[in-house]
């Protein structure tokens, strides 16, 4: 499942992220979008793009071809 098919509210685990380039994949991991991670869907813009989030006590916005890229499981 991609992170950008959850509802809002929903928690889940990153599972994969080799889909994302090195350098974007480097910069999620320094702010805590790990494998094995809870991530939290907090909500989305009212067009859809960007995608709110939550992880280890941390708001991030994410933009929806990001989270296409994500892997996660429930």
Do not use: C, H, W, Y
Request: proline content about 4%; overall charge positive.
């Amino acid at each position: 499942m991609k992170l950008i098919e959850l509802e809002d509210g929903a928690v889940v685990t990153v599972t994969n992220m080799s889909l994302l380039s090195a350098d974007i994949r480097k910069k999620l991991m320094v702010m805590g979008v790990l494998p094995q991670t809870q991530v939290a869907v907090i909500r989305r813009a009212p067009m859809g793009d960007p995608l709110q989030i939550s992880v280890r006590g941390t708001s991030l916005a994410l933009r929806k071809q990001l989270a296409e890229l994500i892997e996660v499981e429930v």
